[in-house]
């Protein structure tokens, strides 16, 4: 850990013992980089995306990680095996059938546990501000208000992101709707999120969306939001990739 990251205040709160790292897209964005890997082994700034992610992990203090894969699985869950962090890395195996964010939450829904868990893509990249992100959302999560935390950035922050944006927020932090169609929401979601287990309910067969997961709690009042502090990257082409080193290298 580096002399910089251990400087940093402590917010406070609970990190969650559990992540659960989505790692089981085709990357169709990212070819043709991913037409012999899986773009969580794709590298960014020096290393594959997907160890930036456990990186952070650790940083956080998070203690198991729960990995789904689908595209080259072997190859992926034999990286993420062989890294020695102090993560104990379970396979969450959706070889037979790619079952999308919702699905893939179902799918490993017995590995989770019964407490809130960390939810993080795998291939999206992040540099942490004043506070370690992960961290920052442990201390604002709210188990009696809460089924669902998300890491958001500003539109305007969102490096790479060439979407619409994704929430509309109130000023006490609650997701009051996702983006409408033909609009542009305010916020991006970076691919960070805490839940609550008891969010994974009533799903369809099937691949699906956590869409679905978030208008209900957002229906309920029960979906938050806290802006990140420090940069975000979409690194979803490979044209994004030398466009975020050349912003990590300068800051």
Do not use: C
Request: charged share 20%.
């Amino acid at each position: 850990m580096s002399r910089q990251r251990s400087l940093r205040p402590d917010p406070g709160g609970l990190v969650p013992t559990t992540a659960m790292v989505m790692a089981a897209g085709l990357g169709k964005r990212m070819r043709p980089l991913t037409a012999s890997r899986p773009k969580p082994l794709v590298e960014v700034a020096g290393k594959p995306l997907i160890d930036h992610v456990f990186d952070r992990l650790a940083a956080a203090g998070i203690k198991r990680a729960v990995v789904n894969v689908h595209y080259l699985a072997d190859t992926l869950a034999a990286h993420v095996s062989n890294r020695d962090d102090g993560i104990e890395v379970v396979i969450s195996d959706e070889r037979p059938q790619l079952m999308e964010t919702g699905g893939g939450l179902v799918q490993a829904r017995g590995l989770l546990g019964d407490e809130p868990v960390l939810v993080v893509n795998s291939d999206n990249l992040w540099l942490d501000g004043p506070v370690d992100a992960i961290k920052l959302l442990a201390s604002r999560w709210d188990d009696a208000a809460m089924d669902a935390l998300l890491l958001v950035v500003p539109y305007a922050r969102a490096n790479n992101h060439k979407g619409q944006g994704d929430f509309n927020v109130a000023a006490d932090g609650r997701i009051t709707s996702r983006r409408k169609p033909g609009r542009t929401a305010p916020f991006v979601y970076t691919g960070i999120q805490i839940i609550h287990p008891r969010i994974i309910a009533a799903w369809p067969e099937g691949p699906f969306s956590t869409n679905l997961f978030w208008d209900r709690a957002i229906a309920a009042g029960r979906a938050y939001a806290q802006v990140h502090q420090g940069l975000w990257f979409d690194v979803g082409t490979p044209a994004a990739i030398p466009k975020t080193e050349a912003m990590i290298a300068y800051g």
